[in-house]
């Protein structure tokens, strides 16, 4: 199984690109664990519901039989979110980010204009936020490609860089 994770700052096409993905591939995509968590909460959360969420993101994960897993989030995601609203980073969550779980990583440039939602809260902030998942995905020394522009390129350039995988 080849895991993908699509993964960047707010309203940067993640869900739009995991759709275009799963739809070549004719596989479902693993949704984003934190969307539902948070719908069930109105939006009310603190550092432990965190933890929650990436237990409940790894189940998804893991609970994925397809011979391409496309996942809307990755963990970098939790990790960059944590430590930029409560200034640290549960062990928990570390853990989850440090482990090879993705064979690639696909970040998203936030270079498509803001959609506004109930569940966002950083529309100032993504380009200081997408670097910080630059930094998490060199620090933790994840495979990583980054899309920007246009929807087919983003689209192209991640079918390029997954049939690659799916040729090794």
Known sequence: MIRIAITGPESSGKTTLCQALSEHFKVAFIPEFARTYLEGTKGEYEQSDLDQIGRGQLKSIQSSQNKIAVCDSDFSVLEIW??????????????LV????????IL????????????RENPDNRSQLFELYVASLNKYNKNYIIVSGEHINRVEKSLERIDHLLKV
């Open 82 to 95: 944590s430590h930029y609203k409560y200034g640290n980073v549960s062990d928990f969550i570390s853990e």
């Open 98 to 105: 440090d482990k090879e779980i993705f064979d690639l990583h």
């Open 108 to 119: 998203c440039t936030p270079d498509i204009p803001w959609e506004a939602d109930p569940l």
